[in-house]
């Protein structure tokens, strides 16, 4: 019985990463749609495994036997998955000792890291709570103005705390990458958070003055790894194509999370439901 609940999750995963089609919904429509695909094959792949461990090896379950062999192969997926995280974890650590290695200046009221590179580089590098990094090429090249502009689109980052929420988000897509759709759908969720970050920035300042500054980052070779880190620029052409149509049409509101969004997650939890039916 809990092999077929193995094969059973698998299978409704698949189907559901399989949904995934490219829309032209608004920015609130495309958010919700995507974090749901990516996020809820893997959380019922994780909490059948969690049903599995909770029933052990020993038991019936609709009147069929438990073994050995779903419970250890529900023991070696978790074990594999914490691997991840702590591989992801220690590579995020480093990137952010890297960047506390960097001179600490004062610089439009507020305490930026400064990497000395010529390449131009403008980013949130940490967890909870990152830490601006600025290129001394960016500094050198980008004009007062346009680094405003930087500077407001990394407040996005940071009011939105996407280092923090993406760095699980990437653990996610390692742990699951044999999933259909997975690089689709993460990169569709890299490119929304542009656009939020963007849209954030655009409320602020000059949404053309962004753009060029945009354009300019993007010119230069990329400086980072996207672990704990949330950039200005992007090598992703058709990332890059979408936020300047963003900037330059109307900009959209970003609505606030609603808790009604997260009801449907709600059903990845069932395998649990299933614990009490193990004798």
């Known amino acids: ?3 077929i609940m193995i094969v059973a999750a698998l299978v409704v995963a698949c189907s559901i990463r ?14 919700q749609r995507a974090l749901f695909l990516f996020l809820f094959p893997p959380l019922l792949i994780f909490m059948t495994a969690i049903a599995l461990i909770c029933m052990g090896s020993q038991g019936q379950m609709g009147g069929l036997q438990a073994g050995w062999f779903s419970y250890v192969l529900a023991l070696s997926s978790l074990a594999f998955f914490a691997v991840l995280c702590i591989k992801l974890a220690w590579e995020g650590w480093q990137s952010v000792k890297s960047a506390r290695n960097c001179c600490l200046v004062h610089f439009a009221d507020r305490q930026v890291r400064v990497l000395d590179t010529g390449a131009l580089f403008a980013g949130q590098i940490g967890f909870w709570q990152p830490e601006l990094v600025l290129s001394q090429g960016l500094l050198h090249t980008l004009s007062p103005e346009q680094l405003e502009t930087v ?3 990394e407040q996005g980052h940071y009011h939105y705390r996407d280092t923090f929420w993406f760095f699980w988000l990437g653990w996610v897509r390692s742990c699951t990458a044999w999933l259909p759709n997975t690089e689709a759908l993460w ?3 890299l490119a929304l958070r542009e656009l939020r970050a963007d849209a954030h920035a655009a409320s602020q300042v000059d949404p053309l003055l962004l753009a060029e500054s945009l354009l300019l ?10 672990i704990c880190c949330a950039p200005l620029g992007s090598s992703n052409v058709d990332r890059l194509e979408q936020r300047i149509e963003a900037l330059l049409a109307q900009p959209e509101l970003i609505p606030e999370v609603q808790l009604q969004c997260w009801n449907s997650f709600l059903l990845a939890f069932m ?3 299933t614990v009490m039916f193990h004798t």
């Open 1 to 3: 019985m809990h092999l």
């Open 18 to 31: 399989s949904l995934w089609t490219e829309s032209h919904e608004t920015w609130s429509e495309r958010w």
């Open 151 to 153: 500077l407001a689109h």
């Open 187 to 189: 990169q569709e969720l």
């Open 217 to 226: 980052v993007v010119s230069s070779p990329p400086v980072s790894s996207e």
């Open 271 to 273: 395998p649990l439901v």
